[in-house]
């Protein structure tokens, strides 16, 4: 079954985006990745079986602060 995970990730240029949208397609399972949220500070990912904490620890340790917002099924 497909999940959508939203992370708030603290990005402070441009190259930090690409390198979150790196880190989060190069995980198991993802889909689909892309940014939401009217500065574009969060990263939604799509896909069948993505660990969510596995995810914020590669991109806390590539990019910086990141939590985890939501964490849902896909409808």
Do not use: W, Y
């Amino acid at each position: 079954m497909q999940q959508k995970v939203v992370l708030k990730v603290a990005m402070k240029c441009q190259k930090c985006r690409t390198e979150a949208l790196k880190v989060a397609a190069k995980q198991e399972g993802v889909s689909f990745v892309g940014f939401e949220g009217e500065e574009k500070e969060k990263v939604v990912v799509i896909g069948d079986g993505v660990d969510a904490v596995k995810l914020t620890t590669n991109l806390r340790k590539k990019v910086g602060h990141t939590q985890i917002i939501s964490l849902a099924p896909e409808k």
